[in-house]
């Protein structure tokens, strides 16, 4: 039988790989409409204003990690951990490729890639396990501009989201119960401790333009919850951490729910939930800002579970939505072969499966 060569392009943010190319990573954040939802023209001089501000707290930030985000090495790894989880795969012959929004390797450069390998069909799998039009979309986007540029046209399945699938949410809720077992071996008995589970804020504009993304943040959470009930009595909340923009941004912030665990008296174990990789928001924000703010207050103890990065569990979990998403014949949302997206993106209009023809057009 002769395999289907399948490109599966995942997408992440990306990062900056040395200090002088932060304030260039940052304009282009800042460039992204999906971001920066105002004018075109106002957008492009705004974008560089803002980036120039933040660069220096940025620079700070990236400074304690060595001056680069480790991003693309640990998405890299996973490509790498995919690809052999599919190797034995009768019916496809996959190859990983990694395309970062903001920073190299960036879409127009990876559609040339995957167009030299010639694909019979393409897989686009966003390490976002949430949608939003911040990430997810405006990563397909990109993409779509790329494949135009350059007349890549081959049929191309979108794995739109994947918040609430079996595999990925066993897999971090094996991480949330090993990081609870030694937070409590290491708490004094009479000690009570909370799982927050910490995820990238959102303006509050954008959810109200119809976002799924927090929604799909609790179904998240709720499922990685319904996983543990062999931890009796867990005291869990949800909460939005990286604000970076003064608009009013969905809440409760993580920092307010570290006050109110000051106020309790209970120690913390900080879960990422929004980010399958370790990178500046998790290594910096949670392991050195947040745990400095949580011991300033007198928290009595601050933990922390680890990113997914290549934990075996999880990539088991992304060669299983690998499979069912070609299996599907197109979009795969949600989870478990659920066509529907529920809530607010009824019939899911980001999730596409398209001719060549529409993807060139
Ligand atoms: C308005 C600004 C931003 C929105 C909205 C936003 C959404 C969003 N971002 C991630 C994941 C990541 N963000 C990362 C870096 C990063 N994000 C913003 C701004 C917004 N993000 C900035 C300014 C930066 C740069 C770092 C900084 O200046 O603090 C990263 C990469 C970090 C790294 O190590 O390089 C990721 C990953 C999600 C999931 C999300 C919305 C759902
Ligand atoms: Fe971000
Ligand atoms: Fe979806």
């Given at each position: 039988?002769?395999?289907?060569?399948?490109?599966?392009?995942?997408?992440?943010?990306?990062?900056?790989?040395?200090?002088?190319?932060?304030?260039?990573?940052?304009?282009?954040?800042?460039?992204?409409?999906?971001?920066?939802?105002?004018?075109?023209?106002?957008?492009?001089?705004l974008a560089r204003l803002i980036a120039w501000r933040r660069t220096r707290p940025a620079l700070a930030n990236y400074a304690i990690i060595g001056g680069r985000s480790p991003l693309l090495e640990l998405t890299e790894e996973q490509g790498r951990a995919l690809g052999a989880a599919l190797a034995d795969d009768p019916a496809i012959e996959a190859r990983c490729f990694v395309a970062m929004r903001y920073w190299h390797p960036m879409s127009d450069a990876v559609a040339r890639e995957v167009q030299a390998w010639q694909p019979d069909e393409v897989l686009l799998l966003p390490l976002y396990p949430q949608y939003s039009t911040t990430t997810t979309g405006s990563s397909v986007t990109a993409w779509d501009e790329a494949c135009q540029a350059i007349g890549l046209s081959v049929p191309t399945t979108t794995l739109c989201c994947w918040h609430s699938h079996g595999g990925f949410t066993a897999a971090t809720a094996a991480l949330v119960r090993d990081a609870h077992a030694r937070?409590?071996?290491?708490?004094?008995?009479?000690?009570?401790?909370?799982?927050?589970?910490?995820?990238?804020?959102l303006p509050e504009s954008i959810i109200k333009a119809g976002d799924p993304y927090q929604w799909q943040?609790?179904?998240?959470?709720?499922?990685?919850?319904?996983?543990?009930?062999?931890i009796a009595g867990l005291d869990h909340t949800v909460c939005?951490?990286?604000?970076?923009?003064?608009?009013?941004?969905?809440?409760?912030s993580t920092e307010a729910e570290i006050e109110r665990a000051a106020h309790d008296k209970v120690a913390l174990l900080v879960c990422p939930i929004a980010f399958v990789s370790e990178h500046s928001e998790t290594l910096v924000e949670l392991d050195v800002e947040y745990r400095d703010v949580a011991e300033k207050l007198g928290v009595p103890g601050y933990f922390r579970v680890p990113?997914?990065?290549?934990?075996?569990?999880?990539?088991?979990?992304?060669?299983?939505l690998t499979r069912a998403a070609l299996a599907s014949g197109r979009s795969l949302?949600?989870?478990?072969?659920?066509?529907?997206?529920?809530?607010q993106h009824g019939d899911c209009p980001h999730a596409r499966a398209r001719a060549p023809s529409q993807a060139a057009a």
């Open positions: 039988m002769t395999k289907r060569r399948v490109a599966i392009v995942l997408f992440n943010l990306g990062g900056p790989d040395r200090p002088e190319s932060v304030q260039p990573f940052l304009t282009n954040l800042f460039s992204d409409p999906a971001i920066l939802r105002v004018p075109g023209f106002v957008r492009r001089w937070a409590r071996a290491a708490l004094p008995a009479d000690v009570p401790l909370r799982v927050l589970f910490s995820a990238h804020g943040v609790e179904q998240t959470v709720a499922a990685v919850v319904g996983q543990l009930g062999d939005y951490q990286s604000r970076v923009t003064p608009q009013k941004w969905i809440g409760p990113a997914q990065n290549s934990d075996p569990a999880f990539i088991a979990a992304l060669a299983d949302c949600s989870f478990a072969g659920a066509r529907q997206c529920p809530k």
